[in-house]
């Protein structure tokens, strides 16, 4: 249990567009996704929290009209990269926090996205 | 600001011997702390967890030690294995929240 889909794996893309990242979970009802960005040997970074139906927090530096995040229900969550230039390519990283009664309370994570912006 | 780090980048370790990870934390308000693997190309898988009020907690095959007086963290592994391989995490969970501040990571590297 505990399964968390992120998808799609990689993107390849041209400077300019805009690119949309999935994370599902896909056997119990996260309350909670936090979306994270991690560059080459290098930790996660906390790019956002996303609660359903609500604003999502950005972390101090994180451009919010730049990754633009939707939760619309308690199993999808949505990170939009705007514009995307060389500088956004990076592994990102979803996961979710189960609601009460679910599986194990702690973060599951995604197997992440990989975005390369030519 | 807080931070949570590691004191080794890398680890290597021959097969069958038992291994150990070291975490270093600042946050003195953390109360929840976590140990994940992270395979190449992957996400991070949980392997184990500890509250703030235990030193010790042991799973299959690994022990997580937490000595608040020193605020360090350490994941032991024995008899690792090859599938043992990966980069590992301790993060941190303030008393708020569920967020979590993650380590710089060690990779752990078995020799056959």
């Known amino acids: 249990g505990a399964v968390v889909s992120q998808h799609p794996s990689r993107v390849i893309c041209k400077s300019g567009t805009s690119v949309k990242i999935e994370c599902r979970s896909l056997d119990f009802q996260a309350t909670t996704m936090f979306w994270y960005r991690q560059f080459p040997k290098q930790s996660l970074m906390l790019m956002a929290t996303s609660n359903e139906g609500s604003k999502a927090t950005y972390e101090q530096g994180v451009e919010k009209d730049k990754f633009l995040i939707n939760h619309a229900s308690l199993t999808l969550s949505t990170l939009t990269v705007t514009s995307a230039h060389p500088e956004d390519s990076s592994f990102y990283i979803c996961?979710?926090?189960?609601?009460?009664?679910?599986?194990?309370?702690?973060?599951?994570f995604g197997d992440g996205t990989r975005l390369s912006i030519l | 600001g807080e931070s949570v780090g590691l004191h080794l980048p890398t680890l290597s370790v021959q097969e069958g011997d038992n291994s150990i990870i070291n975490c270093a934390y600042s946050n003195s308000a953390s109360d929840y702390f976590i140990w994940y693997k992270q395979e190449s190309g992957k996400g991070p898988q949980f392997i184990i967890d500890i509250r703030s009020n235990m030193d010790k907690r042991q799973g299959q095959r690994v022990t997580v030690l937490l000595n608040k007086t020193v605020k360090h963290l350490s994941l032991q592994i024995a008899a690792t294995q090859p599938g043992d391989s990966a980069v590992y995490f301790c993060?941190?969970?303030?008393?708020?929240?569920?967020?979590?501040?993650f380590g710089g990571g060690t990779r752990v590297l078995v020799k056959p």
């Open positions: 996961s979710a926090y189960p609601r009460q009664g679910g599986p194990l309370r702690v973060q599951h």
């Open positions: 993060a941190e969970k303030g008393a708020a929240g569920n967020k979590l501040t």
